[in-house]
Nanobody, 118 residues
């Protein structure tokens, strides 16, 4: 599956953004989906994931209560709604698809930059 992330931008602290991930090939309903982020000088880390059948979601602690991952299988899209953004959320955000929730063999999108100013 090929993925393309979009929706990043420059916002102020407290603002909201919605990231979108579209599949240009393949069917997202067959995959667990995740949003990862990589901040400057840091390793890429999972932000949120959503299971392919149950739709069960999982969030990193810092995203819990502020971010919401969702999927629209009919549109072959996955979203990350980010509210109450903080400067520490600044990173490149990537969507990923894998048949395993470990995301060890994930297909990756190209990333979209989110910059949150204080």
């Amino acid at each position: 599956v090929q993925l393309q992330a979009s929706g990043g931008g420059l916002v102020q602290a407290g603002d909201s953004l919605r990231l979108a991930c579209a599949a240009s090939a393949g069917t997202l309903s067959s995959y667990h989906m995740g949003w990862f982020r990589q901040a400057p000088g840091k390793e890429r880390a999972l932000v949120a994931s959503i299971a392919k059948i149950t739709g069960r979601t999982n969030y990193r602690d810092s995203a819990q209560g502020r971010f919401t991952i969702s999927r629209d299988n009919a549109k072959n899209m996955v979203y990350l709604q980010m509210n109450s953004l903080k400067p520490e959320d600044t990173a490149i955000y990537y969507c990923a698809a894998d048949r395993n929730l470990s995301f060890l063999r994930a297909s990756w999108g190209q990333g979209t930059l989110v910059t949150v100013s204080s």
